[in-house]
């Protein structure tokens, strides 16, 4: 008897396919949103700097004066034991959460947060402040393009540290898989001729199908593989 097509178990959304997104920390400025509405500073000491499965990035554990417990993105150079100041009066060094109206041009910044914005999270990512135009701020992306954002934008003076992840060779095809398996992604990526004839219908052990691949639109799920609804097939023909 056919087996599901693996796009058809991945469709169900099992425990198997789900990313587990319950063991990583939450990371962001909801807990300190009322320090800024205040305009007040507080102190925070770095207790800890963790290692979290589903961001790029490390993690730095955060103890405020007021013992609140926050994690946020680290910053490369920062260290345990480190000092840092959170709130809209906060002095623009590594490491310290302030606003974007209280960074010098120049600065170079990371995790920004205003609205349903957020950005600059990735490692070794980070956001230039050149200038302030009314009541936004003008940034350089990494990407080199300009973009406008409020000043009252929450960010992290910094870039974000583990800059040498993608250099870092993963070495075993397990490790890759590893790597995907945390975040819920296909790894790997197996051609249907490969497969067994009870795994997919282009499997078996004759690569050559002796059939179309192109498949309706309104196929059913086991058999909607292959060129889905194509309006043309084959090589194109030179001119």
């Known amino acids: 008897m056919p087996k599901n097509l693996q796009c058809q178990r991945r469709g169900k959304g099992s425990s198997v396919w789900r990313s587990k997104s319950f063991r990583s920390n939450r990371v962001d400025y909801s807990q300190i949103m009322g320090i800024f509405g205040d305009g007040k500073t507080i102190m925070g ?13 490390p993690l730095a554990k955060i103890l405020t004066e007021d013992l609140r417990e ?20 906060a002095e623009p060094s590594v490491g310290d959460i302030t606003m974007l109206k209280s960074v010098s041009p120049g600065t170079q910044i990371c ?36 973009k ?8 992290t003076i ?7 992840r993608v250099i870092k060779p993963l070495i075993r095809a397990g490790t890759n898989y590893y790597k995907h398996k945390t975040r819920g992604k296909k790894y790997p990526n197996i051609k ?18 002796g059939h179309s691949t192109t498949v309706s639109r309104n196929a059913p799920p086991g058999a ?5 609804a194509a309006k043309r097939s084959g090589k194109k023909k030179r001119a």
Request: aromatic share 4%; hydrophobic share 40%; glycine share 14%.
């Open 45 to 57: 000491q770095v207790v800890d700097i963790i290692k979290d499965q589903i961001h790029t990035a």
């Open 70 to 89: 926050i994690y946020v993105i680290a910053v490369d150079g920062l260290y345990v034991g480190q000092h840092i100041k959170i709130g809209i009066n």
């Open 192 to 209: 249907g001729v490969s497969m067994n004839a009870v795994n997919h219908p282009h499997g078996g052990k004759e690569p050559r199908l």
């Open 158 to 164: 910094g870039r974000v540290a583990a800059m040498g």
């Open 224 to 228: 909607k593989v292959g060129l889905i």
């Open 148 to 155: 406008l954002i409020s000043l009252n934008s929450i960010v």
């Open 111 to 146: 995790n920004v947060q205003y609205g349903n914005y957020r950005m600059a999270r990735t490692s070794g990512t980070s956001i230039t402040f050149v200038e302030g135009v009314g009541n936004n701020g003008k940034i350089t992306l990494p990407s080199k393009k300009n």
